[in-house]
């Protein structure tokens, strides 16, 4: 685990030691924000375990965490992703299980839950659309809830980690499904929005399954590189043969050369299959 202190540490990584120190009885807010009353938290937390009380969360102070709380980490354990799923993954489409790997490392960024809460990035310009779809005037509520309602993709209104789903429950209080849709899940990110497309029976279908398990993740990332097409091939075709510039071409968009998708997913392969 990560060593999280005050003033260095991502949000990510403090929403972590929040959503842990609540489990263990010392309510805070999981806002990613190591503040005066994360500290004083963690403190209290150190001081109830006999641990030196430095408010910073290192290996002892994880370790009593844990140890304090087996279920919540047994709950947040199985939803992991296992070899095993990657296994059945890839026989299931013919890919080659380092070649899935590597999208893995190089998209999924780790893990798809934050605590035992699925990872999401809600998109207030998708909620504009969405909401339009709904008919309602977009343009109205973008008044009173500038930070997720907006026309234009930008990335000045995300908060990250689990303050992120703080964002959608403001916005399912404007419209539920609308701001389902709007927000990319787990592992892979897929958008909400997908839902119907992916075969989901609708988008609350979806979130259940995104909630679930990584599996379930993989599972919403296999459904879209099997639909997504790019000159005449799905991204399942492409990600077979290793055209690392088509599948990134297909699964980031016109932008990828700029972020050198292509070039990462070939670095894991080959990291994967030589090591």
Not at 125 to 132: C, D, I, K, R
Request: contains cysteine; glycine residues 8%; hydrophobic residues 40%.
């Amino acid at each position: 685990m990560p060593t999280v202190k005050k003033g260095i540490s991502p949000h990510s990584d403090v929403h972590l030691l929040q959503a842990y120190l609540a489990s263990a009885g010392h309510p805070i807010t999981a806002n990613g924000q190591f503040n005066d009353a994360t500290l004083e938290a963690l403190k209290a937390f150190q001081r109830s375990q006999g641990l030196v009380v430095d408010g910073v969360a290192g290996p002892k102070t994880w370790t009593a965490l844990f140890a304090c709380q087996p279920q919540t980490v047994a709950q947040v354990a199985s939803k992991w992703l296992s070899q095993a799923d990657i296994d059945r993954f890839a026989q299931g489409r013919q890919l080659e299980p380092a070649a899935v790997r590597a999208v893995y490392a190089v998209e999924a960024a780790g893990s798809g839950f934050l605590g035992d809460q699925p990872k999401i990035l809600f998109e207030g310009h998708v909620f504009w659309q969405e909401l339009a779809k709904a008919g309602l005037n977009p343009q109205t509520l973008s008044a009173a809830h500038p930070d997720i309602v907006y026309p234009r993709w930008t990335r000045s209104h995300y908060v990250g980690g689990l303050g992120e789903h703080a964002r959608l429950a403001r916005a399912r209080q404007i419209h539920d499904s609308a701001a389902l849709r709007s927000a990319s899940w787990g592992l892979f990110q897929v958008m909400g929005q997908n839902a119907e497309w992916l075969g989901y029976a609708d988008v609350h279908a979806f979130v259940h399954s995104m909630q679930a398990s990584e599996a379930e993740q993989l599972e919403a990332f296999g459904r879209f590189i099997d639909r997504r097409r790019l000159r005449g091939r799905t991204l399942t075709e492409w990600l077979r043969a290793k055209d690392w510039a088509s599948f990134a071409e297909g699964y980031n968009g016109p932008a990828y050369k700029v972020n050198k998708y292509d070039q990462k997913l070939a670095r894991a392969y080959q990291g994967l299959v030589s090591g």
